[in-house]
């Protein structure tokens, strides 16, 4: 078998299992977050929590309580990070330093888990299993409340209440991602994926050579299959999922990707379910699966078809790739990591081609809303969505109406903001990076390329991502504070734009559709959609591509 059909096979065994899972799993999270009764752990909660879980929260409250949790969970990870000397399992680990410290903390809140350091020679095991990994639950717990919260706006008539945000939390992680997660990993288990409370120096081992090896070990599959079910990303070893001890072999390489792409897509049909209309959250997944299908296409095309005398004579471009899983089923996982927000990497995406490194950054600068993040795919697309119906109804001066909500003066006010603050981070961004000595001492290369892994750098933090395109130093306390505030900004002002927006669409009553309602669940809606992300994009950014990856690709 060719490696071009064996990587089709992989992509399209991949789908056809989305495909199976979208339903019952879409189904299953509508009647988790529509429930009205608690279960007895939950109750144990929110007594402890101190909030009364039948209370309808507006948005402000919704968003205030956002807020608050993320505040206190970047404050309890980064004093655990500084403290962890004095832990338990902190196999003699120094103090996280003060600027990583903050860089991480943040980092894990938001959903982003960029990682400027080496996670076995830098975590101990306590940090990891209930710093790092729990944030991994929470804060995709945070993001599928926002989405559910959003939503409900749209569900919702003349109403003030989005629902509580401590119920939708509790139950996103206890019934949807805990258990899921809990499967995952016994899977990882048994595909060969480390998971002990081992001490790296009592397992040192004689090298074919004869010198010794300390082999690192850890509560690894527990923390892998979060960070990819909850879009997480990030790594418990500094080469991440391209390690062996993290992703063994190509079919828990397949099972990683399922794991990230399971829930974006199945919420969705969730969507369709709660607004009462499942053909409308057919289209949603229509065009998130239209803008992934190109996507993964020409990432894998343009690894595949190579230019240069070295891939020429390899037959592609393995630089940076692992042998296990070869060019094309590395290329799908660099497209899905980066369509959807999750840091992780199995293959080095600064070694790929020069256009196959930039759709890798096209991918997270689309808004990473195919399919997405956790909860922050479905609410970035249906903003998108909202942008569209808009646009639409300026072609035929008729007030432009999504779902029987009106899409008025603050409605498209509140989406365009939600869509300027990602540009805004990652321009300004790159230009101080660019403009101050301290941005360039990080750079390693110079040039179209140097531009390119700063523009990557700031792309990825700025859209909650995480992964790193390599060639660029920023474990600095310059990269570690900027990269923080991009994070940071990147995931929560979006957060109460989008709250703020299904707020005022829940005031709303329903408007009936009449002939001139434009269908927003046809295949014309679909490419619609699509067109006004790319288009989006391309005006926004096509300068600054120009300047790095194009610039080099062309070279």
Sequence with gaps: ????????????????ALVLTHRPLGDYMYRVYSGTRHTRVERWIYR??????????????????????????????????RLQNRLLLSLGMDPVKPDQAWNTAVSFV???????????????????????????????????????????????????????FWVDLVRGTLRILLPIAFLGAVALVAGGVVQ?????????????????????????????????????????????????FENPTSWTNWLEMLLILLIPFALTRTFGRMVRQPRQGYAIAAVMGLLALVSVALT?????????????????AAEGTEARFGVLDSAVFAAVTTLTSTGAVDSFHDSYTSLGGMMTMLNMLLGEVAPGGVGSGLYGMLVLAVI????????????????????????IKLASLYFLVM?????????????????????????????????????????????????????????????GLCMAVGRFLPIVFVLALAGSLARQGHTPESDGTLPTHRPQFVGMVAGVTVVLVALTFLPVLALGPLAEGVH
């Design 1 to 16: 078998m060719s490696s071009t059909t064996a990587g089709v096979l992989f992509l399209g065994s991949l789908v056809l």
């Design 48 to 81: 402890l929590v101190g909030v009364r879980p039948d209370a309808d929260q507006r948005w402000g409250v919704y968003a205030r309580a956002v807020l608050a949790f993320s505040v206190v969970g970047v404050l309890f990870l980064y004093g655990f990070q």
């Design 196 to 244: 002990n409370l081992q001490d790296p120096a009592d397992h040192t081992v004689t090298t074919v050579t004869g010198g010794s090896q300390t082999l690192p070990g850890g509560p690894v599959a527990s923390q892998e299959a979060i960070k990819e079910l909850g879009t997480n990303g990030g790594g418990f070893f500094n080469a991440n999922s391209a390690h062996p």
């Design 300 to 316: 894998m095309t343009l690894q595949a078809v190579h230019h240069g005398t070295v891939p020429t004579a390899v037959g592609a």
């Design 423 to 483: 540009p805004a981070l990652v321009l300004a961004g790159t230009g101080a990076a660019a403009a101050t000595g301290h941005g360039r001492a990080g750079m390693l290369n110079s040039g179209p390329h140097g531009l390119s892994e700063v523009l990557y750098a700031f792309t990825s933090a700025s859209n909650n991502n995480g992964s790193a395109f390599a060639g660029l130093t920023v474990n600095t306390v310059w990269y570690d504070t900027a990269l």
């Design 110 to 164: 938001t959903n982003t888990n960029w990682q400027s350091y080496s996670g076995e020679s830098t975590m101990g095991h306590l940090v990891q299993m209930t710093g790092l990994a729990v944030q991994n639950f929470v804060s995709a717990a945070v993001g599928m409340a926002v989405a559910v919260a959003l939503m409900r706006g749209f569900a919702r008539r003349r109403t003030e209440g989005l629902g509580n």
């Design 388 to 411: 569209t119906v808009f646009v639409a109804g300026l072609m035929v001066g008729r007030t432009p109406e999504y779902l029987g909500k009106k899409i008025g003066a603050r409605e």
